[in-house]
């Protein structure tokens, strides 16, 4: 609490809410980033059940926060919640960023923008190779990476994924002209394409490896994995080793926090490498801690 003109003005208190939400990094993100703009305020977690959300919802204010992230599994749920999703919401049917306007709760979905800002940070003129953007994976994170490469990718989209019927789903939900494939279409998929985006959770700490030959792929495509733990996955490695431009999911993550950072506290900041070094360092320690569980 900081004194203004000898009012009390309450310093500014965000959150993560998820179900469960121990594993967020986003605590550490923006906290991180309060320490170093000096700036009051604080930024925690809130385990919400899903049976809890409206409540939550509904005392958001009332308890004393300006906004908050949502994580899985409510991001869907919070959407159809809220009174002011805005277009980009409204184009996902999901919501990570909410805070308060008028006394209502607004929100968007940062994912598309955390994924474009990574990949514009990581691979200079990524977006100006021809050929075919090939997303890997259906699920919900592959509905802001093609929202994204709808928007940014100049040729056309191929969607591939184990179950072909959801890829399609996600293309008329969206909107998009993207050809749909089933993983036995990948090779054709990858030859002559300019992109190659894994969205789904293979080669993630504790799931299956995600395992295919990259050899159909130009060596001059950008490959991008959003799996962050581990933050170079087996896919990252393969495609170092054939020289192609890679990208890594900790970039999404890290400018993803950006927007509502800037909403709720007031500053918009940067996404530098003394802050990729701080949560690489933890996934690093978790999954280290991983190992010793098994
Ligand atoms: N970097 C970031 O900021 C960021 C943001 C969001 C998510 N992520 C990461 O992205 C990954 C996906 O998250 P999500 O929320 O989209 O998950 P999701 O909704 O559960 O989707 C999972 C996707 O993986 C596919 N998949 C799962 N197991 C498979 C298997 N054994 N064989 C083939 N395909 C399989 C699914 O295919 P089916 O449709 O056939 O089931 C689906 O396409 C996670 O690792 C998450 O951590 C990263």
New binding site residues.
Partial sequence: MSAAAGHPVPEPRACVIGWPVAHSRSPLIHNYWLRHYRLAGTYDRAAVPPEELDTFLRGLGANGYVGCNVT?PHKEAAFSLIARPDAIARRLKAVNTLWLEGGEIAGTNT?IY??LASLDAQVAGWDAKPGAAVI???????R?VAAALGERWPGPLYIV???PE??RRLAADLQLDARIGG?EDLAGALAGAGLLVN????G?VD??ALEFDLSPLPRAAAVCD????PLETGLLAAARRRGHPVAD?????LH?AVPGFARWFGRSPEVTAGLRRYIAADIAAALAAAGEGR
């Fill in positions: 899985v994912d955390g994924f890997l994976g259906a699920g919900g994170a592959a802001a994924n184990r179950s959801r890829a993983q969205t789904t959770s293979l993630m799931q299956p959003i799996v962050y733990v999911g900790l970039g999404m993550l993803q």
